[in-house]
């Protein structure tokens, strides 16, 4: 039995490993083994020439993975979108986000504001910036070390205010899940699955990612919080 190798970011560690449960029958003979981590850390290994055979990432870190030559052009496959969502510790008030404004009060209001590293926590931080406040709640920010979740912070009252991927919000005992951030500054990240470079099995690894994109997959990524790319 050959085994193809996958490094992942951790917002999509659950659904992956469901899924590669749901391709054992699909491709038989190939054990599927994925390791999640943080995505920067996961894309700087690739980067580095660590050895997988599939690399699933969000979409602009397996851009800039393609373009460095890491993984096979015309290999990325759009698996999800994967959405931001706002969280605080159970038993604590529930602010209001249903509007940019509303958002807006809360962060400001909060005593501590905890949120992810990776693109979704770039792009949050660009707005802070645009609303002129990121100056002001810089001393109140609080990112969380790779591969730790936001609402493990949250938990464990480190931090007031979470903000990250819903699939990694899910299933976190000691938080309430407030919401998606209102749609006029949503955050939604597309993850994508490769064919990394130093790939041993590219036909099996190419037929994995089109088993995940079909429409037999569609309802383990919703229950996973996530939409079908």
Same mark, same amino acid.
């Given at each position: 039995? /050959?085994?193809?190798?996958?490094?992942?970011?951790? @917002?999509?560690?659950?659904?992956? @490993? %469901?899924?590669?449960?749901?391709?054992?029958?699909?491709?038989?003979?190939?054990?599927? %083994?994925?390791?999640?981590?943080?995505?920067? %850390?996961?894309?700087?290994?690739?980067?580095?020439?660590?050895?997988? %055979?599939?690399?699933?990432?969000?979409?602009?870190?397996?851009?800039?993975? $393609?373009?460095?030559?890491?993984?096979?052009?015309? /290999?990325?496959?759009?698996?999800?979108?994967?959405?931001?969502?706002? @969280?605080?510790?159970? +038993?604590?008030?529930?602010?209001?986000?249903? /509007?940019?404004?509303?958002?807006?009060?809360? $962060?400001?209001?909060?005593?501590?504001?905890?949120?992810?590293?990776?693109?979704?926590?770039?792009?949050?931080?660009?707005?802070?910036?645009?609303?002129?406040?990121?100056?002001?709640?810089?001393?109140?920010?609080?990112?969380? &070390?790779?591969?730790?979740?936001?609402?493990?912070?949250?938990? &464990? +009252?480190?931090?007031?205010? +979470?903000?990250?991927?819903?699939?990694?919000?899910?299933?976190?005992?000691?938080?309430?899940?407030?919401?998606?951030?209102? &749609?006029?500054?949503?955050?939604?990240?597309?993850?994508?699955?490769?064919?990394?470079?130093?790939?041993?099995?590219?036909? @099996?690894? &190419?037929?994995?990612?089109?088993?995940?994109?079909?429409?037999?997959?569609?309802?383990?990524?919703?229950?996973?919080?996530?939409?079908?790319?």
């Amino acid at each position: 039995m /050959s085994t193809l190798r996958l490094i992942s970011s951790m @917002a999509t560690r659950s659904l992956l @490993a %469901d899924l590669a449960a749901l391709s054992m029958d699909r491709i038989p003979g190939v054990r599927i %083994d994925i390791e999640s981590v943080g995505g920067v %850390d996961a894309a700087r290994r690739v980067q580095a020439g660590e050895a997988f %055979d599939g690399v699933v990432l969000a979409g602009e870190a397996i851009d800039a993975l $393609i373009a460095g030559g890491r993984v096979l052009p015309g /290999s990325r496959a759009d698996l999800v979108r994967s959405d931001v969502a706002v @969280a605080v510790p159970a +038993g604590t008030p529930v602010p209001d986000i249903s /509007s940019e404004a509303a958002l807006k009060a809360a $962060i400001v209001a909060a005593p501590s504001l905890g949120y992810s590293t990776g693109p979704s926590g770039v792009q949050l931080v660009r707005l802070f910036e645009t609303w002129g406040i990121a100056r002001d709640i810089a001393p109140r920010l609080v990112q969380a &070390r790779p591969g730790v979740p936001v609402g493990a912070m949250l938990a &464990r +009252g480190e931090v007031a205010l +979470g903000f990250q991927q819903r699939s990694e919000m899910l299933g976190i005992q000691g938080i309430t899940i407030v919401g998606s951030l209102p &749609r006029a500054v949503e955050i939604i990240t597309t993850f994508c699955g490769s064919v990394a470079a130093t790939c041993g099995e590219v036909q @099996a690894m &190419r037929e994995l990612l089109a088993f995940w994109q079909s429409p037999a997959c569609d309802a383990l990524k919703r229950q996973h919080g996530m939409e079908p790319a």
